[in-house]
């Protein structure tokens, strides 16, 4: 079976996933790349080129050879590009296509009432939605979005990003977080719709509960001389510290010393690998219910605490209960380490993957009964919040 997966570039959250399908498919399997990367995540350290990967190929390399290799492939999993070209003839003669996509509409679904988008939704979408393509649906809130379009009902499935795992014991995870008092970690490019000042608003309102811990506060941005003002403003200096841009592996390890991490982005973050890999790293995550990844990874109270967008004094709560709580502190951390290694993790995503494909192929398939390649329901963006605190059913 040949496979292609097509993506503007490699980059260090999808290579786990490529390398586990490499591992079973071997050369049948191929990540076509078919922009260079943004200058701007290459300083941010991520990796420039995948030139050096076995199984990766750069379109402009060879426009024809490689065209024809996503025309004839068995199997083509595309990957939220705005240029359907490279799959058109695919469509065309109905050959089986996966799309993975975050939001439609991440900036609001009012935006669906524009005629022009939504012709040009039905082009690239909606009328494909009897043929052989399904939607890999990157975070809880894209089923919704494509139910406006009415596209791929009944094919719509979760999926996300899965980052490399990193396999601790138990009594690993707590050496590397044992400290005099407790780490909590926020990171991420400093712009408004990450919310960095919800998080220190909250941190200002445990230091006034007398609670003693450090915050650390990972990146750089538009926004960054406001964070700064408002710590120098509220005397914060001995808890928070800024540490400037950092790689993802000096993330990953800020995330492994770090007991809570403050996930405060809103919509327009259509995943957040940030969940995945604090979690994997065994921090209690504390996550606004409307980035993507949250409905999927994060069951309130059990593995984590998930606020209300916005609401800073739910989210000063949330931090000041697992500051003061020890014992559940340590519950919702590992049971959200257990979460990553035993579901949301690149290796089993990619053994659901070959299965779900071996079945497309036959023309019989199932769908998992929960995580990766389970059914993505319809959730109204209205209604999530309340279904995630348990307040709303599904119907």
């Known amino acids: 079976m040949k496979v292609t997966f097509i993506s503007n570039y490699i980059n260090h959250h999808q290579i786990p996933l490529s390398d586990e399908l490499y591992q079973i498919w071997g050369e049948d399997y191929t990540f076509i790349q078919t922009e260079p990367m943004e200058e701007e995540r290459i300083?941010?350290?991520?990796?420039?080129?995948?030139?050096?990967?076995?199984?990766?190929?750069v379109y402009d390399?060879?426009?024809?050879?490689?065209?024809?290799?996503?025309?004839?492939?068995?199997?083509?999993?595309?990957?939220?590009?705005?240029?359907?070209?490279?799959i058109a003839k695919r469509l065309s003669e109905k050959k089986i296509v996966l799309r993975t996509w975050e939001r439609l509409y991440k900036t609001g679904q009012w935006k669906a009432v524009s005629p022009r988008g939504l012709i040009k939704k039905h082009h690239d979408h909606t009328r494909y939605s009897k043929d052989r393509v399904y939607l890999l649906c990157y975070g809880g809130y894209v089923a919704d979005d494509f139910e406006i379009i009415k596209a791929y009902r009944?094919?719509?499935l979760k999926w996300g990003y899965f980052p490399e795992f990193h396999e601790f014991e138990r009594a690993t995870r707590k050496a590397k977080k044992e400290k005099e008092i407790p780490m909590v970690l926020w990171a991420g490019r400093m712009i408004p719709w990450k919310h960095g000042m919800d998080a220190?608003?909250?941190v200002k309102s445990c230091s006034e509960e007398g609670l003693k811990f450090r915050f650390v506060m990972v990146g750089n941005g538009e926004c960054e001389e406001e964070l700064k003002n408002y710590v120098s403003a509220n005397h914060l200096e001995e808890t928070v510290t800024f540490t400037g841009a950092l790689s993802p592996k000096e993330v990953r390890e800020q995330m492994e010393k770090a007991d809570v991490y403050l996930f405060t982005s809103d919509y327009e973050e259509g995943w957040g690998v940030v969940a995945n890999e604090s979690m994997n790293s065994g921090c209690v995550l504390i996550a606004s219910h409307a980035a993507g990844a949250v409905p999927f990874l994060v069951r309130d109270n059990e593995?984590?605490?998930?606020?209300?967008?916005?609401?800073?004094?739910?989210?000063?709560?949330?931090?000041?209960r697992v500051l003061k709580d020890e014992s559940f502190r340590e519950r919702l951390q590992d049971n959200a380490y257990e979460t990553i290694k035993n579901m949301w993790n690149a290796h089993i995503a990619a053994k659901r993957l070959v299965k779900f494909c071996e079945e497309l192929q036959n023309g019989t398939i199932s769908f998992e009964e929960e995580g990766p390649?389970?059914?993505?329901?319809?959730?109204p963006e209205k209604k999530m919040y309340r279904y995630l605190k348990g307040e709303w059913k599904c119907p």
């Open 43 to 57: 300083k941010m350290g991520w990796v420039e080129s995948g030139t050096e990967i076995p199984y990766v190929k």
């Open 61 to 86: 390399s060879d426009p024809e050879g490689i065209q024809k290799l996503i025309d004839t492939c068995d199997i083509a999993i595309f990957d939220g590009l705005d240029d359907e070209s490279y």
């Open 154 to 156: 009944g094919k719509r």
């Open 200 to 202: 220190l608003k909250a």
């Open 303 to 320: 593995n984590g605490l998930i606020y209300e967008s916005g609401n800073v004094g739910q989210l000063s709560e949330c931090l000041s």
């Open 373 to 379: 390649l389970s059914e993505a329901y319809v959730i």
